[in-house]
């Protein structure tokens, strides 16, 4: 039976409503049907997806398109791969192309060895691309100032990382996600840097409206075990979010009466 | 017999030749591309996919057709 307080709990972007909160990307797995299986385990209603040249002389090469369907799961087009601007504008120009994609995840990288965002860059990219009607889904650092910046020209999520994409290292700045939480109310989604599935639970729990992740599932020794592991661990960490934790006390308190010990 | 002109393009950073007057619905047909699933550009610039028979190449144009895979 589904938990009494996820039941009115809605994960909206954009204006849509996705019913699960995992969003996981479909890169380094080692076939399409392996990712396609371990993207059906962890139930997510989104994946992300790169744009990149066709081949055009192995035509019986498989299309992604053939393993998850995209009427059935949103395709998120990524710009994964861009270090400016230009060519992230270009990418999700040409993503919107292939069928009307809209929702977009905007990722300017500004460095191959980290990975870490170009935020100047990823912040011009987000004006252009609102101003051109695009549903801008932020991929961004943990600093609550920027993300202000992307709130204010037109981003539809705040994505920021855990920390560098595909290190496994989970959340490294706790207290920035909280602030980035405290002072937003678009959809905060923790992207890249989560290695297992508390990790998952943890940005949950700290508030975040989902999680993203790619490297920790497909990568894992057993990828459709750790895809359903993150589906619900981030169950988990939503219900628990909801629920009204505790404060933590400095000394213990018996769980059980004094009266009648005896 | 006539020899029949043809030109260069470059087409996903290979070069090809085809015929002189060609159009891009033809080229794409020939390459038995999914138009569904896929976006073009001809010379940096998107393609209206309702109007690739319009599109004659000529000499030098690059031509990109990108889709979607697997990615983080």
């Known amino acids: 039976m589904e938990a009494v307080s996820l039941k009115k709990d809605k994960f909206i972007i954009a204006g849509r409503n996705f019913k699960s909160r995992l969003i996981v990307g479909t890169g380094k797995y080692k076939s399409m049907s392996q990712c396609a299986k371990a993207v059906k ?39 994964a791969g861009c270090f400016n601007s230009k060519e992230a504008l270009r990418t999700l120009r040409l993503a919107r192309e292939i069928g009307g994609w809209k929702l977009v995840k905007l990722e300017v990288l ?98 975040c409206d989902g999680v993203l992740v790619n490297t920790a599932i497909a990568k894992a020794t057993k990828p459709f075990d750790m895809a359903l592991a993150f589906k619900n661990a981030v169950i988990a960490g939503r219900q628990s979010y909801l629920s009204g934790r505790i404060q933590k006390n400095l000394m213990g308190s018996a769980s059980s009466p004094p009266k009648g010990i005896i | 017999m ?26 794409l047909k020939t390459l038995k591309i999914p138009l569904k699933k896929v976006a073009i550009e001809l010379n940096q610039e998107i393609v209206d996919k309702k109007k690739l028979n319009n599109q004659i190449l000529r000499n030098n144009d690059k031509i990109e057709i990108v889709h979607f895979i697997g990615g983080g």
Do not use: H, W
């Open chain 1, 110 to 207: 500004g460095d191959k060895e980290n990975l870490f965002p170009e935020m100047i860059e990823t912040l011009k990219s987000t004006e252009v691309l609102s101003r051109e009607g695009f549903k801008v889904m932020v991929y961004c650092n943990d600093d609550p100032l920027m993300a202000k910046r992307l709130e204010n020209a037109g981003a539809c999520a705040i994505m920021p990382l855990a920390a560098p994409i595909g290190s496994g290292l989970g959340i490294q700045n706790q207290t920035n996600i909280k602030i980035i939480r405290k002072q937003t109310k678009l959809p905060l989604i923790i992207d890249a840097g989560l290695g297992q599935a508390s990790d998952a639970t943890i940005a949950m729990e700290l508030g």
């Open chain 1, 41 to 79: 385990l962890s139930g997510a209603s989104i994946v992300t997806v790169a744009v990149r040249r066709v081949n055009i002389t192995d035509k019986k090469k498989a299309l992604l398109m053939d393993y998850i369907d995209p009427k059935k799961i949103t395709y998120l087009p990524n710009t």
């Open chain 2, 2 to 27: 006539k020899k029949i002109k043809k030109i260069k393009i470059k087409i996903n950073g290979s070069f090809k030749f085809v015929k002189y007057n060609t159009n891009l619905s033809d080229l």
